[in-house]
């Protein structure tokens, strides 16, 4: 006669209430304790964690030394002659072609390329009255002249509107474009002012 075997009613096999109690109290034993290894870790390192933070201020705080560009007043340099004086004002009075070339390459579309860029003279200012007790002492200003190339009349005209929208240029206008084969040349002339004309 053939006995049916039940293996979870088999000693070895059996589960109590007891035995998954304490597999349970083993695994939470278990949990806890690497739990408390990571405490015991942190608890460790945190003054070298301190001293990492403090050293990453220092840091932080040379690098924004280091790259910010104070803004220095410059001192007014005089020469001992003194007719020479008043010429060597007015040339420090006018704006400084590199800084004018950068705004101006700054502003080129893709399209548009810059060929000459030159001075056609000074704009004088105003004679003032030698009555007013404080008089206004504007610098002179300086007539340009831009040329180059552009591939087309919508993107002259785009650049043109982003040179008038700098504080250096002003009174910008295009008094010439010639179309070649395969783009147009363009010329534009406008006003910088020595304190700028905006």
Same mark, same amino acid.
């Given at each position: 006669?053939?006995?049916?075997?039940?293996?979870?009613e %088999?000693?070895a096999?059996?589960?109590?209430? &007891?035995?998954?109690l304490?597999?349970c109290?083993?695994?939470?034993?278990?949990?806890?304790?690497?739990?408390?290894?990571?405490?015991?870790?942190?608890?460790?390192?945190? =003054?070298q +964690? $301190?001293?990492?933070? &403090? $050293?990453?201020?220092?840091?932080?705080?040379?690098?924004?030394e280091?790259?910010?560009q =104070?803004?220095?007043?410059?001192?007014?340099?005089?020469?001992?002659?003194?007719?020479?004086? +008043?010429?060597?004002d %007015?040339?420090e *009075?006018?704006?400084?072609?590199?800084?004018?070339?950068r705004?101006?390459?700054? %502003?080129l579309?893709?399209?548009?390329?810059?060929?000459?860029?030159?001075?056609?003279?000074?704009?004088?200012? =105003? *004679?003032?009255?030698? %009555?007013?007790?404080? =008089?206004?002492?504007t610098?002179?200003?300086m007539?340009?002249?831009?040329? @180059?190339?552009?591939?087309?009349?919508? *993107?002259?005209? &785009?650049?043109?509107?982003?040179? &008038?929208?700098?504080?250096?240029?002003?009174?910008?206008?295009?008094?010439?474009?010639?179309?070649? $084969?395969?783009?147009?040349?363009?010329?534009?002339?406008?006003?910088?002012g @020595?304190?700028?004309?905006?």
């Open positions: 006669m053939i006995q049916r075997i039940n293996l979870i %088999k000693q096999l059996s589960f109590t209430y &007891e035995r998954l304490q597999i109290m083993v695994v939470v034993l278990i949990n806890v304790l690497l739990v408390g290894f990571q405490f015991l870790r942190i608890y460790r390192l945190s =003054p +964690i $301190e001293s990492t933070r &403090e $050293e990453l201020a220092v840091e932080e705080t040379t690098h924004a280091l790259t910010k =104070p803004q220095q007043k410059r001192k007014k340099k005089t020469v001992d002659a003194g007719q020479y004086q +008043i010429l060597y %007015k040339l *009075a006018l704006p400084k072609w590199s800084m004018l070339l705004v101006v390459s700054n %502003k579309p893709n399209s548009v390329w810059l060929s000459n860029f030159k001075s056609l003279g000074l704009i004088l200012p =105003p *004679a003032t009255d030698p %009555k007013d007790p404080q =008089p206004v002492v610098p002179p200003g007539r340009v002249e831009i040329t @180059g190339t552009g591939s087309d009349i919508k *993107a002259i005209a &785009e650049f043109m509107a982003a040179l &008038e929208k700098t504080q250096e240029f002003a009174n910008l206008v295009l008094i010439n474009t010639q179309k070649s $084969e395969t783009s147009y040349q363009y010329t534009l002339q406008g006003e910088v @020595g304190d700028y004309v905006k």
